[in-house]
T-cell receptor, first 112, second 115 residues
Framework: SQTIHQWPATLVQPVGSPLSLECTVE??????LYWYRQAAGRGLQLLFY??????ISSEVPQNLSASRPQDRQFILSSKKLLLSDSGFYLC???????????FGPGTRLTVL | AQTVTQSQPEMSVQEAETVTLSCTYD???????LFWYKQPPSRQMILVIR??????QNATENRFSVNFQKAAKSFSLKISDSQLGDAAMYFC????????????FGDGTTLTVKP
C-alpha cells in the first residue's frame, strides 16, 4: 500500500532563516505531487504541483520554491522566511488519472 | 476557472442523527471527479468519498453517501448515524482528473457532533 511521509512535523524558525520541508511517497511510481498551505480553520491553498522529476508548476508567486529531485520526493524551500510563511503545510500525491489526493500528516511552521 | 462553494461554515448534529453538508461547483466540463475529504483535529486529511461525473449512481461508503445532481452542479454529503469521531472539518473538492490531477477545494464546513 502507498504511504506518504512529511518531516519535520513541527518547526519554529526565525524570520530570515532558510526552510526545507521534505515529502516522500512509498508504494507507487510516477505520482503527481502537491504542496499546500493551510491557515488555521481555513481551506487549502495550492502552492506547487509536479507531474514528474524536475517539473514544477507554481500556483502562487511567493517567497517559496519547490523541487522534485527524485520520482517520489518533493521538497519545499525558502531562502529567507517571512512572518507570513507561518502555517500548516501539507504534501499530497495523486495517481495519474482519477484526481483523488492522499495527504501527508503535515508540518506546522511557525516563523518568529 | 472551476470554483467550489461550501455555503455552511459550521454545522452541528446530535450523535446518532443524520446531517447533510452542502457543496456546489461551477465547471464547463462534462467529465470530472468530485470528492469529500475529512480533516479531524489532528489535521490529517482523509478521503471520505469519490464520485465520477459520468456515473449516475450516487457513491456510498458505509455511513457516508452523496447526492450528486449534475445538472444543478450540486454534490452534498450525507452522514448517517453520526458518531463523535465524525467531528471534523469537511472539504468538498473538484478535479478534472486529467494529467496534472489538480483539485479545487471549497473553504470547508466544520461539523460538531453533540453527545
Amino acid at each position: 500500500s502507498q504511504t506518504i511521509h512529511q518531516w519535520p512535523a513541527t518547526l519554529v524558525q526565525p524570520v530570515g532563516s532558510p526552510l526545507s520541508l521534505e515529502c516522500t511517497v512509498e508504494g507507487t511510481s510516477n505520482p503527481n505531487l502537491y504542496w499546500y498551505r493551510q491557515a488555521a480553520g481555513r481551506g487549502l491553498q495550492l502552492l506547487f504541483y509536479s507531474v514528474g522529476i524536475g517539473q514544477i508548476s507554481s500556483e502562487v508567486p511567493q517567497n517559496l520554491s519547490a523541487s522534485r529531485p527524485q520520482d517520489r520526493q518533493f521538497i519545499l524551500s525558502s531562502k529567507k522566511l517571512l512572518l507570513s510563511d507561518s502555517g500548516f503545510y501539507l504534501c499530497a500525491w495523486s495517481p495519474r488519472v482519477g484526481g483523488e489526493q492522499f495527504f501527508g500528516p503535515g508540518t506546522r511552521l511557525t516563523v518568529l | 476557472a472551476q470554483t467550489v462553494t461550501q455555503s455552511q461554515p459550521e454545522m452541528s448534529v446530535q450523535e446518532a442523527e443524520t446531517v447533510t453538508l452542502s457543496c456546489t461547483y461551477d465547471t464547463s466540463e462534462s467529465d470530472y471527479y468530485l470528492f469529500w475529504y475529512k480533516q479531524p483535529p489532528s489535521r490529517q486529511m482523509i478521503l471520505v468519498i469519490r464520485q465520477e461525473a459520468y456515473k449516475q449512481q450516487n457513491a456510498t461508503e458505509n455511513r457516508f453517501s452523496v447526492n450528486f445532481q449534475k445538472a444543478a452542479k450540486s454534490f452534498s454529503l450525507k452522514i448517517s448515524d453520526s458518531q463523535l469521531g465524525d467531528a471534523a472539518m469537511y472539504f468538498c473538492a473538484y478535479s478534472k482528473g486529467t494529467h496534472a490531477g489538480k483539485s479545487t477545494f471549497g473553504d470547508g464546513t466544520t461539523l460538531t457532533v453533540k453527545p
